[in-house]
């Protein structure tokens, strides 16, 4: 089974929409990370957030952590070409040190 | 080095034969993953390093695979007997250590049984 469930899979918009994924679990996390992947590189880390309720903003991106850390959100306002790419959340359980990752969403940003 | 390296870049191989991946991890980094990546999908864990601790190996999917770490940073990904259901990128990633710490990732090995 799936420990992060991601939504949606795929998300294709217009520059200068919004849009937000979700990241949700039916466990509680110590802190819940987002990368952002490329086609041909690795992902990279854009945030880690560890405080239930927590938001955090990186410049247009904004991330929230729930409240009972179970689940996650990420909001870009205005979206560019240049955020096109595959968003993955990632998080290690209270007991569990790997680093598991969900199924991602694949953004496309049409100019 | 400057970030995670890994070698090779894509391996082609035919069915049957056995694959050596290479990762070296961020100098002084102790934790190292090993994911598997299936086209356009999310990571797969398979192995997890940590210092000199015994290895979290619950995400190998056979006993085809095989990982070790040597001096606690050179790591190598084994894949006997490949199939063609083994092509995937698999990435190799390293951390300071456990806990809410940044993953580093390589750039991956393309990986192509046929």
């Known amino acids: 089974t799936q420990l992060l469930e991601q939504s949606p899979q795929f998300l294709s918009i217009q520059e200068g929409e919004n849009l937000t994924v979700y990241c949700n679990s039916s466990?509680?996390?110590?802190?819940l990370q987002w990368y952002r992947q490329e086609p041909g590189e690795g992902p990279v880390l854009l945030v880690t957030?560890?405080?239930?309720?927590e938001v955090k903003k990186l410049k247009r991106l904004t991330f929230q952590f729930g409240d009972a850390r179970k689940d996650s959100s990420l909001h870009i306002t205005a979206a560019q070409p240049g955020d096109t790419g595959l968003y993955l959340c990632?998080?290690?359980?209270?007991?569990?040190?790997?680093?598991?990752f969900g199924a991602g969403t694949t953004v496309t940003v049409r100019a | 080095g400057a970030g995670v390296s890994q070698s090779p870049s894509n391996k082609v191989t035919e069915k049957g034969k056995d694959v050596e991946l290479r990762c070296d991890p961020i100098?002084?980094?102790?934790?190292l993953y090993w994911y598997r990546q299936s086209l356009g999908q999310g990571l797969e864990f398979l192995i997890y390093?940590?210092?000199?601790?015994?290895?979290?190996k619950s995400g190998l999917p056979s006993d085809r695979f095989s990982a070790e770490r040597t001096g606690g940073s050179v790591s190598t990904l084994t894949i006997q007997r490949t199939q063609q259901e083994d092509s995937a990128v698999y990435l190799c990633?390293?951390?300071?250590?456990?806990?809410?710490?940044?993953?580093?990732f390589g750039q991956g090995t393309r990986l192509t049984v046929v």
């Open positions: 990633a390293s951390s300071l250590r456990w806990g809410n710490t940044e993953a580093f």
């Open positions: 466990s509680v996390f110590s802190s």
């Open positions: 957030v560890v405080t239930g309720g």
């Open positions: 990632a998080a290690r359980g209270s007991n569990d040190y790997k680093l598991s």
């Open positions: 100098s002084g980094h102790t934790a």
């Open positions: 390093f940590q210092g000199n601790s015994a290895p979290d």
